[in-house]
């Protein structure tokens, strides 16, 4: 269990193993026991999530590919605190991007969570790629431009300073941090616009968001609408059930991506599962999978900061132990592929069919162990990335970046302890599609 968990994070895992050593005995769990492994090629340094770290927590990647050179590709990923980490495709640093300083003593500090790419986005002097993160700590969206002849510093931050925050209305709002949380990005093709679908923190709401250039060549946004997600759900046995969580808090969205085949978003309610829904937040929602643990009763306990699960009902999925978290998309070249989706709570990856038209399909799956005794695999996996193309010699047919939270080997605290830390491991993709059968 991570450490610098939330009382809530740390409630809901709780909650979680225990319905998952229940499932663990019964043999309706044994179907995800026998899924292939496939091991790491590389790792990023270790991120600490403390003052001698910088604070920084390894968080969500996107993959950007450099069309000129494929092999000077780039992994973009957020460290919360510790602002955006820029990786050659060797897992070696390229950039480190601070997040902005809190407005006053008291208020929150910048705080990135997750980021998604704009490929071709139009300004005033023509198209540029960037990269969109969403700033928990602001509650701001943060937009930087992509320029590959830097290669020591290849990422410009291009934010209107005047953009507002996504859902606050202001700093005494912000400070109480229910704000930017997930994010996907869309380019609607029917118009040529260019959206980020974000999510707010401890709420079911999600937002669309237009990205507009401005003609002093920054970027600003604007709140088109909003959707709500259910917050309680009515059971087979006629009950009414929610998640158990801190008080107040409602079952949050935070992994999300957009399938450009049709405009589709998928988004993963942590504790409930995964939804798809129009980008343009119009139509309803429809559950395409559950969490093992929907159903299951829990009673918050103010004084562990945790929840007793009760008995499971059976009302739950098959394959995805909450929380659900990074969702990304394999995409094939006939417009066939998968939707990715982290297993968080039983650290395996999930494999849907996103074939349009279809009902996205469980399609198998994986995990990602250790490689070796320096090299370890992904646990409590919290974002993840893939892209099917090719990037240079390292890696031909593509790569899967997914974040580690619980970094091996630790590095001593001075206390007899070890360190928190969280990176992410670069996977080829060649052994994913080999191991799953893709």
Same mark, same amino acid.
């Given at each position: 269990?991570?450490?610098?968990?939330?009382? *809530? *994070?740390?409630?809901?895992?709780?909650?979680?193993?225990?319905?998952? #050593?229940?499932?663990?005995?019964?043999?309706?769990?044994?179907?995800?026991?026998?899924?292939?492994?496939?091991?790491?090629?590389? /790792?990023?340094?270790?991120?600490?999530?403390?003052?001698?770290?910088?604070?920084?927590?390894?968080?969500?990647?996107?993959?950007?590919?450099?069309? #000129?050179?494929?092999?000077?590709?780039?992994?973009?990923?957020?460290?919360?605190?510790?602002?955006?980490?820029?990786?050659?495709?060797?897992?070696?640093?390229?950039?480190?991007?601070?997040?902005?300083?809190?407005?006053?003593?008291?208020?929150?500090?910048?705080?990135?969570?997750?980021?998604?790419?704009?490929?071709?986005?139009?300004?005033?002097?023509?198209?540029?790629?960037?990269?969109?993160?969403?700033?928990?700590?602001?509650? *701001?969206?943060?937009?930087?431009?992509?320029?590959?002849?830097?290669?020591?510093?290849?990422?410009?931050?291009?934010?209107?300073?005047?953009? %507002?925050?996504?859902?606050?209305?202001?700093?005494?709002?912000?400070?109480?941090?229910?704000?930017?949380?997930?994010?996907?990005?869309?380019?609607?093709?029917?118009?040529?616009?260019?959206?980020?679908?974000?999510?707010?923190?401890?709420?079911?709401?999600?937002?669309?968001? /237009?990205?507009?250039?401005?003609?002093?060549?920054?970027?600003?946004?604007?709140?088109?609408?909003?959707?709500?997600?259910?917050?309680?759900?009515?059971?087979?046995?006629?009950?009414?059930w929610s998640p158990c969580a801190e008080p107040g808090e409602l079952p949050q969205v935070e992994g999300m991506v957009v399938d450009p085949a049709d405009g589709t978003l998928y988004a993963g309610q942590e504790d409930i599962g995964i939804w798809r829904i129009r980008a343009d937040l119009t139509g309803k929602p429809e559950l395409v999978d559950k969490v093992?643990?929907?159903?299951?009763?829990?009673?918050?306990?103010?004084?562990?900061?945790?929840?007793?699960?009760? %008995?499971?009902?059976?009302?739950?999925?098959?394959?995805?132990?909450?929380?659900?978290?990074?969702?990304?998309?394999?995409?094939?070249?006939?417009?066939?592929?998968?939707?990715?989706?982290?297993?968080?709570?039983?650290?395996?990856? #999930?494999?849907?069919?996103?074939?349009?038209?279809?009902?996205?399909?469980?399609?198998?799956?994986? *995990?990602?162990?250790?490689?070796?005794?320096?090299?370890?695999?992904?646990?409590?996996?919290?974002?993840?990335?893939?892209?099917?193309?090719?990037?240079?010699?390292?890696?031909?047919?593509?790569?899967?970046?997914?974040?580690?939270?619980? /970094?091996?080997?630790?590095?001593?605290?001075?206390?007899?302890?070890?360190?928190?830390?969280?990176?992410?491991?670069?996977?080829?993709?060649?052994?994913?599609?080999?191991?799953?059968?893709?």
């Amino acid at each position: 269990m991570r450490t610098h968990r939330t009382p *809530r *994070r740390t409630a809901a895992l709780a909650l979680g193993i225990a319905v998952l #050593a229940f499932l663990t005995s019964a043999p309706a769990g044994a179907d995800d026991a026998d899924l292939p492994t496939v091991t790491p090629a590389a /790792e990023t340094p270790a991120l600490h999530d403390d003052e001698a770290g910088g604070n920084a927590d390894a968080d969500d990647p996107a993959i950007w590919r450099n069309t #000129a050179d494929p092999g000077r590709s780039l992994v973009i990923a957020t460290a919360k605190e510790g602002g955006l980490r820029v990786y050659d495709l060797g897992a070696r640093l390229v950039q480190s991007l601070p997040a902005p300083r809190p407005p006053a003593e008291d208020d929150a500090p910048g705080r990135y969570n997750n980021v998604d790419l704009v490929t071709g986005l139009r300004t005033p002097t023509g198209r540029t790629d960037v990269a969109v993160v969403s700033d928990r700590g602001n509650d *701001r969206l943060r937009i930087y431009r992509i320029d590959a002849s830097k290669p020591a510093s290849p990422l410009t931050d291009i934010t209107d300073p005047a953009a %507002a925050p996504v859902f606050s209305t202001g700093q005494t709002e912000i400070n109480e941090q229910r704000t930017a949380y997930g994010l996907a990005t869309w380019q609607d093709t029917a118009t040529g616009r260019t959206y980020a679908l974000v999510s707010q923190r401890e709420r079911t709401r999600l937002a669309l968001v /237009e990205l507009t250039p401005t003609a002093s060549g920054t970027v600003t946004y604007r709140k088109v609408r909003t959707l709500d997600l259910p917050a309680s759900f009515r059971l087979p046995d006629g009950t009414t059930w929610s998640p158990c969580a801190e008080p107040g808090e409602l079952p949050q969205v935070e992994g999300m991506v957009v399938d450009p085949a049709d405009g589709t978003l998928y988004a993963g309610q942590e504790d409930i599962g995964i939804w798809r829904i129009r980008a343009d937040l119009t139509g309803k929602p429809e559950l395409v999978d559950k969490v093992r643990e929907f159903g299951v009763p829990g009673v918050y306990d103010e004084e562990t900061e945790e929840c007793a699960a009760g %008995a499971d009902p059976g009302f739950g999925g098959d394959h995805l132990s909450a929380d659900v978290e990074g969702l990304a998309l394999y995409q094939e070249k006939d417009g066939d592929g998968y939707l990715l989706a982290s297993s968080q709570g039983d650290d395996t990856f #999930a494999l849907y069919d996103r074939e349009v038209g279809e009902d996205n399909e469980y399609e198998g799956g994986f *995990r990602v162990g250790a490689a070796s005794a320096t090299l370890d695999g992904s646990q409590e996996c919290d974002g993840a990335a893939v892209l099917n193309a090719p990037l240079g010699s390292r890696y031909p047919k593509g790569l899967l970046v997914v974040q580690d939270g619980h /970094e091996t080997p630790g590095v001593p605290d001075g206390e007899g302890g070890t360190r928190t830390a969280t990176g992410f491991k670069f996977v080829d993709l060649a052994d994913v599609v080999d191991a799953a059968d893709l």
